[in-house]
């Protein structure tokens, strides 16, 4: 597997102030959301901060995988749908929440389902971008994003290293 250009690591801190900054976008829209589908398994966290935000109780999920090594996407497969209660209306008031939109091949999917429905996601992505109506920043397509549930705590190097301290 070759690593992106650019790293981009984010804390526990800094994604809970991030998913906090696009709730308060959230809230700002004016709508009283009825639901929020949180995209498995990234959106789990964020939808969770949301949730307590926004004070919405009704959380479904909806799990989309594609089989890949890290480095490409492959055939994208919904592994659990999203409930007739919430499809119903097409998703209106309802909020798709995602840590990230990177392709948008995912979001693709998931709006199909829910056309009515508000996409936001924590991290953007250009390719991305044109599916999710709210999100809190942009990152470029050559960034990978390391997300703290798949970090572990470990020695880093100084960057000038034999430097003394």
Not at 59 to 87: F, N
Not at 127 to 153: A, C, H, L, N
Request: with cysteine; net charge negative; proline share 5%.
């Amino acid at each position: 597997m070759s690593l992106p250009e650019k790293a981009f690591p984010v804390s526990w801190d800094q994604f809970h102030r991030d998913a906090r900054a696009l709730a308060w976008r959230l809230a700002d829209q004016g709508v009283e959301w009825k639901a929020i589908v949180c995209i498995t398994r990234g959106g789990l966290v964020p939808a969770a901060i949301i949730s307590r935000e926004l004070n919405i109780r009704m959380i479904e999920t909806v799990c989309v995988a594609s089989y890949h090594d890290y480095s490409s996407q492959g055939q994208m497969e919904v592994i659990k749908a999203i409930s007739e209660e919430i499809r119903a209306d097409g998703g209106e008031r309802v909020l798709i929440v995602d840590d990230l939109t990177d392709t948008g091949k995912t979001a693709a999917i998931v709006r199909a389902m829910l056309p009515k429905a508000h996409f936001a996601a924590v991290y953007a992505k250009p390719k991305g971008r044109p599916q999710v109506d709210t999100f809190v920043t942009e990152v470029s397509q050559d960034t990978w994003i390391y997300f703290p549930w798949d970090m572990g705590f470990t020695y880093q190097e100084p960057i000038a290293k034999g430097s003394r301290g």
